[in-house]
């Protein structure tokens, strides 16, 4: 199996990014922003941005790659024996074409019915389409497990790069750390650190955070946990494929193996404190994109529902949508609502958490009523003939509670997004800085067409990358927002990265996780605080109004009545609360 060497981690550390064009692979150019469409308008860009303004973005980017990393070989040998033996979908493992359901072999008869013939045809079409993606998955998994299969015995390195908002990514596409359960239980850091005092807990704690089993327990009782299945936590570890494969019913069953492995090594050592782990920990923000809409407005409540206050117990917003959601109901049941009490039992958590996490990256409606429908087919005793009515009324109520609760919210969103769409409707694309200092361009336009006519027929090419188009106004207003917060949530991490490396500490993140040793994760927990406070002291809002009014409101088109329009829309910036950041620094479960 050949790759090319970009698509393949390093065997020697990355080069320092140094400037848009020098950084990362020694011999493959590499693009310090990765972007098909737009790549020339990010590119001018960069070019025109004062050199100092970007090191900080340079920087936290050589840190990333500058982490060595080594493949956990006693995972790698299991995963390998189960894709060996037709792989297990259950687990991650994703099994050959040749296991693909087959479609029925009857003989259509001669007087056959245009509906059979129909059904036959769709389960052909069916089969066809699982076979190819099973066929996909299991070319994925190839590439990945020859890479660390050919790794095994070597330290590698991953050099990074970000997209057109400042999120980081690994350079190797196959094998890295942002991949699913299985990928990242292949990887540990190359690097250990004795646990010391408090580490054998935080790999404790993780372990139970990847079970999913007390996601709204708090730390000690966590850990309390943990300590009562050591003896299946030590089964895990000691006969993973023919104990009581209690690693196996985990969220996250792979590095759940990994880490119970990892804990059987360490208290059966001498002494666990001076055991040297290689194991990355974990943290994970509180639905960070609604951390940061609740810093920005400085709002109390929507700050105490994801864990920007001091708690004993972990907030969960999901559960907290839907209870308010439920006061919606029972108040229309009561007024006779039918599909009101028809939904009588079926509001929970679950039905609504994806549409909550979505709607601060910008979802629709329409597009939250498609998530709400599918869970609501995932419930067998729900009365399907009610799924699309119920869909329809549960996203609106869902929408009704997030203004009830993050009321400055929907008022930050809704100011980026009016300012956004007269931005477009003038001519123009959405520009920005981040905190950290990256210039930052929508790459949103219309489409332009080609059309070549022959004789029999014509061919029409379509590019969504000519930035001689005009703005696409409905993808320009509808992505700031989300852009926007994305930009700060990847200049959070970015500061993170650059204040852990200078206390001597691993890490790296994938966006809003951050990774280090089990060893640091407390010192991690304190600059990761010190940096989200640090960042939201700014006045993030007011200096984004102050770049977009002298971007498109100054000059010869300042008095055209739509330009008058806009700069008193960028001026109206929302207004802000109460709420203490300083608060954020005693909060267990901000980050947790």
Same mark, same amino acid.
């Given at each position: ?14 080069? +320092? ?17 990765? #972007? ?23 920087? *936290? ?24 033996? /037709? ?41 066809? /389409? ?59 850091? !190359? ?29 000690? *009782? ?63 923000? #509180? ?26 117990? +972990? ?6 949508? !839907? ?26 958590? /679950? ?7 979505? @709607?601060? $990256?910008?979802?629709?409606? $329409? ?12 419930? %067998?005793?729900? +009365? ?16 009704? %509670? ?47 067409? @080609? ?49 852990? $490396? ?62 008058? /329009? ?25 980050? %947790?």
């Amino acid at each position: 199996m050949t790759f090319e060497a970009a698509e393949v981690p390093m065997l020697c550390p990355p080069l +320092p990014w140094t400037s848009p064009h020098s950084g990362a692979f020694l011999l493959s150019p590499t693009k310090l922003m990765r #972007s098909l469409e737009g790549t020339i308008q990010h590119q001018r860009l960069l070019e025109g941005c004062p050199p100092a303004e970007l090191h900080g973005a340079l920087d *936290a980017l050589t840190q990333l790659g500058n982490c060595a990393w080594r493949v956990n070989g006693r995972v790698l040998d299991l995963v390998l024996t189960i894709f060996n033996a /037709k792989g297990c979908p259950r687990l991650g493992v994703p099994s050959p074409a040749s296991e693909a359901p087959r479609p029925s072999k009857q003989r259509l008869p001669a007087n056959a019915s245009p509906e059979l013939k129909t059904e036959l045809r769709r389960e052909l079409a069916r089969c066809l /389409k699982v076979a190819r993606e099973m066929h996909s998955l299991r070319t994925d998994a190839l590439y990945r497990l020859s890479l660390a299969h050919h790794l095994r015995h070597h330290v590698f390195w991953l050099p990074h790069n970000m997209d057109f908002r400042g999120r980081t990514y690994p350079c190797p596409p196959h094998f890295n750390h942002l991949g699913s359960d299985l990928a990242r239980a292949l990887l540990e850091f !190359a690097e250990g650190r004795p646990l010391g005092p408090h580490g054998l807990n935080w790999l404790k704690i993780h372990l139970v955070n990847l079970t999913g089993l007390k996601k709204r327990e708090s730390l000690q *009782a966590r850990l309390a946990f943990a300590d009562e299945i050591m003896n299946d936590i030590l089964d895990s570890a000691d006969q993973p494929m023919t104990g009581r494969r209690w690693w196996a019913e985990a969220d996250e069953p792979w590095q759940a193996l990994a880490c119970c492995m990892e804990i059987a090594r360490a208290v059966r050592a001498p002494s666990p404190a001076a055991y040297v782990s290689h194991f990355p920990v974990h943290q994970d923000g #509180s639905c960070n994109g609604l951390q940061h809409y609740a810093a920005l407005g400085r709002d109390s409540v929507g700050a105490a529902s994801v864990n920007l206050m001091p708690s004993d117990v +972990p907030q969960d917003v999901y559960s907290s949508v !839907a209870a308010q959601v439920e006061v919606f109901r029972r108040q229309d049941a009561e007024r006779g609502v039918q599909v009101a009490k028809v939904l009588e039992g079926f509001i929970s958590r /679950k039905v609504v958490k994806q549409t909550v996490m979505t @709607v601060v $990256y910008g979802v629709t409606r $329409y597009g939250g009523r498609l998530q709400i429908e599918k869970r609501l087919r995932e419930l %067998s005793d729900f +009365p399907q003939e009610f799924v699309w009515q119920a869909s329809h009324y549960l996203v609106r109520q869902v929408f009704n %509670s997030l203004q009830e609760m993050f009321s400055s919210t929907r008022a930050i969103q809704r100011w980026l997004t009016e300012s956004a769409r007269l931005i477009a409707r003038s001519g123009l694309a959405v520009e920005w800085i981040t905190p950290l200092g990256i210039p930052i361009i929508q790459p949103y336009h219309h489409d332009s067409k @080609v059309s070549i006519g022959g004789g029999i027929q014509s061919l029409t090419f379509c590019s969504s990358g000519d930035t001689s188009q005009k703005p696409n106004t409905l993808k320009q207003k509808n992505g700031f927002p989300p852009n926007f917060i994305h930009s700060l949530d990847s200049s959070h991490m970015m500061l993170t990265a650059l204040h852990c $490396y200078r206390k001597g500490l691993t890490f790296v993140s994938v966006h809003d996780c951050f990774w280090t040793h089990a060893a640091d994760v407390a010192i991690m927990n304190q600059v990761c605080r010190e940096q989200f406070i640090r960042l939201h002291s700014q006045p993030i809002l007011h200096d984004l109004s102050t770049f977009l009014v002298e971007r498109y409101c100054s000059g010869p088109r300042s008095t055209n009545a739509q330009v008058v /329009k806009l700069q008193e829309m960028l001026l109206s910036v929302p207004k802000t609360g109460t709420f203490d950041l300083d608060q954020v620094k005693h909060s267990t479960y901000f980050f %947790s």
